[in-house]
C-alpha cells in the first residue's frame, strides 16, 4: 500500500516536493479504514491533507475501499508520544499494512462480495439466481455448480458471495474459498512435509468447496488424483461444491475425463458481459461511495467506452476519479472523464499496435543482458528464469495472447508454466518495488 502511495505522489508530484514531502514521511499503521503518517514536521500537513488523494486511491486499488488518515508530526509530539507511536510503528513493519488487510483468513472468503452489491442483468441473471439457490439450499440444489465465463464477469465474486450468504445463515459452516493453485500448492506443501492428514482433515470435511479458475489446476498425476478424491468425498457427504473457470468443462484439457464429466452431475452456467443498463447500474453503485458528484450523463459516457470487463469497468471509473480529484473537480463532467480515460487508453493502445512477441522477448533479453536463445531455451537459472517470467507476463499483459500461444512461443512451454509465471510476476507488481521498475523500464520502450 505505501508503495503504492509514494508511487503514485512520484507519478503526480514534481520531484523536489517529493523528496521534500513525501520521502520523509513514514507509515505508522492501518488502523481499520484510517492510515496513520508520521511527517517529520508539522508544516508538512497542509501539504499532505491536500494530497490526501494518493492515500484514497491507493486505498481503493490495493484494498478496494477508500481510507482516511491521520497525520502526525515529529516536532509536535512529546518523546514520550513520539515513542508511542513509534512502538506502533515496529508493529506496522511486522504485519505490514498488505497482511493486515489480505492476510488469508482460514475460510479465504472476501466479505466485501456480497450478493446485495453484485448487480442483476441479462448477462448474469441465470447464474445469479443459481448461486442464491445454492446458498439457500447448500448440496441440495445445483451440484456441483460449475460457473464459466470471461475475465471480470463476476465469477469470482458470485463465489463469494454464496460462501457469505452460508455463513450468515449458519456460522459454523465449514467454508473454504480457494483458487485452484492454491489447492495446488497446499496439496505439494502437505506432500512435503509430511502433512496429508492435515490436508485431507481441512479439505474433506468442508460443507462447502469453492475452487476457483479449474482451468490453472496443475496437470500433474498426483494433485489431480488428489483432487478427484476430494471431490468424491464431498460430493458423497452431500457438501456443496462450487467451482468457476474461464470455458466449459468439455475444454478443460488440463483434466481428465473422469473429473470432467463429475463437474456436469450439476448445473453448468455462463456468465456473459454485461450490457449497457447493467454497467449504468454497477458505475452507480460504486459512484456512491464517492465524495464526487457523477452527473448521470458521465456514467454514461464511461459505460459507452469500456463494454466488456466489469473489472475494466471499475478501473476506468477509479481512474476518472482519480483524474477529478487531481484537478480539484468536484462535479465530473464528461471532458474530465473523457481526458482521464484518454489518457487511459493512450498508455495502453495506441503505442502498443505494431508490438510483437518477438519485440517483447528482444526487448527483455535485451533488458537483463542475456540472449534470445537463452530467453525462449531449456535453462533454468534464476538469471535466464526470470527475464523469461517477465517477458511472458508482459506478452500476457500487452498483447492478450493465450497462456499455450505464449508456451509455444517460448520454446514449446506448458501453458501452466506460463499461467505460472504470469501469476509470479502479477503478485510481484503488487510488492515488489524492483520488479516494478523493471516492468515500466522495459514498457517505455515500447
Ligand atoms: P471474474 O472472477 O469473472 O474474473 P470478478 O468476480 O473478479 O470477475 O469481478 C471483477 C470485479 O467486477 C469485481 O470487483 C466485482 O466485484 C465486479 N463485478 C463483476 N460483476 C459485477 C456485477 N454484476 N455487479 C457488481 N460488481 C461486479
Ligand atoms: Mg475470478
Do not use: C
Not at 508530484?13 to 520523509?24: L, N, S, T, V, Y
Amino acid at each position: 500500500f505505501w508503495d503504492r502511495v509514494t508511487e503514485l505522489a512520484h507519478q503526480n508530484i514534481g520531484q523536489q516536493a517529493f523528496e521534500f514531502f513525501i520521502e520523509p514521511a513514514q507509515l505508522l499503521s492501518i488502523e481499520k479504514d484510517v492510515v496513520n503518517i508520521l511527517l517529520d514536521s508539522g508544516m508538512k500537513k497542509d501539504y499532505w491533507r491536500k494530497q490526501s488523494d494518493l492515500i484514497t486511491t491507493a486505498g481503493f486499488e490495493i484494498f478496494g475501499r477508500p481510507l482516511t488518515y491521520s497525520l502526525y508530526a515529529k516536532d509536535e509530539l512529546s518523546s514520550n508520544e513520539l515513542n508511542k507511536l513509534t512502538s506502533i510503528d515496529n508493529v506496522a513493519e511486522t504485519t505490514s499494512s498488505e497482511t493486515i488487510a489480505t492476510a488469508p483468513i482460514a475460510n479465504g472468503l472476501n466479505e466485501k462480495y456480497i450478493f446485495e452489491n453484485f448487480v442483476q442483468g441479462p448477462g448474469n441473471r441465470w447464474t445469479l439466481a443459481a448461486a442464491v439457490a445454492v446458498a439457500d439450499k447448500p448440496g441440495d440444489t445445483y451440484n456441483p455448480l460449475f460457473i464459466y465465463g470471461g475475465a471480470g464477469l463476476g465469477k469470482t465474486h458470485l463465489m463469494h458471495a454464496i460462501g457469505n450468504e452460508i455463513l450468515k445463515d449458519n456460522p459454523t459452516a465449514k467454508v473454504k474459498y480457494v483458487s485452484s493453485e492454491n489447492f495446488v500448492n497446499d496439496y505439494v506443501n502437505a506432500t512435503r512435509k509430511n502433512q496429508m492428514e492435515n490436508f485431507e482433515n481441512t479439505y474433506r470435511n468442508l460443507d462447502l468447496l469453492l475452487l476457483d479458475d479449474v482451468q490453472f489446476f496443475s496437470d500433474k498425476e498426483g494433485t489431480k488424483t488428489e483432487f478427484f478424491n476430494t471431490f468424491n468425498a464431498l460430493y458423497d457427504k452431500g457438501a456443496q461444491i462450487v467451482l468457476t473457470s474461464d470455458r466449459i468443462p468439455q475444454e478443460l484439457n488440463n483434466l481428465e475425463e473422469r473429473l470432467v464429466s463429475r463437474f456436469s452431475w450439476g448445473l453448468t452456467t455462463d456468465i456473459t458481459a454485461p450490457d449497457y443498463e447493467t454497467r449504468m447500474a454497477i458505475l452507480l453503485i460504486k459512484s456512491e461511495s464517492s465524495r464526487l458528484e457523477f452527473p448521470s450523463e458521465t456514467l454514461s459516457y464511461i459505460a459507452g467506452q469500456i463494454d466488456s470487463n466489469v473489472r475494466e469497468l471499475e478501473g476506468a471509473l477509479n481512474r476518472v476519479e482519480f483524474v477529478a480529484k487531481a484537478n480539484g473537480i468536484t462535479v465530473v463532467d464528461i471532458e474530465t472523464a473523457s481526458q482521464a480515460l484518454r489518457s487511459l487508453k493512450n498508455a495502453t493502445q495506441q503505442s502498443l499496435s505494431n508490438l510483437t512477441i518477438k519485440k517483447i522477448q528482444d526487448e527483455v533479453a535485451n533488458y537483463y543482458h542475456i540472449s534470445f536463445s537463452d530467453l525462449v531455451g531449456p535453462k533454468r537459472p534464476k538469471e535466464i528464469a526470470f527475464p523469461r517470467q517477465i517477458a511472458m507476463y508482459l506478452v500476457r499483459e500487452l498483447l492478450g495472447t493465450s497462456l499455450p500461444a505464449i508456451g509455444t512461443a517460448f520454446g514449446g512451454r506448458d501453458h501452466t508454466t506460463v499461467m505460472y509465471a504470469y501469476r509470479q510476476i502479477s503478485d510481484k507488481m503488487k510488492t515488489d518495488i524492483e520488479v516494478q521498475k523493471d516492468i515500466d523500464s522495459i514498457k517505455r520502450k515500447f
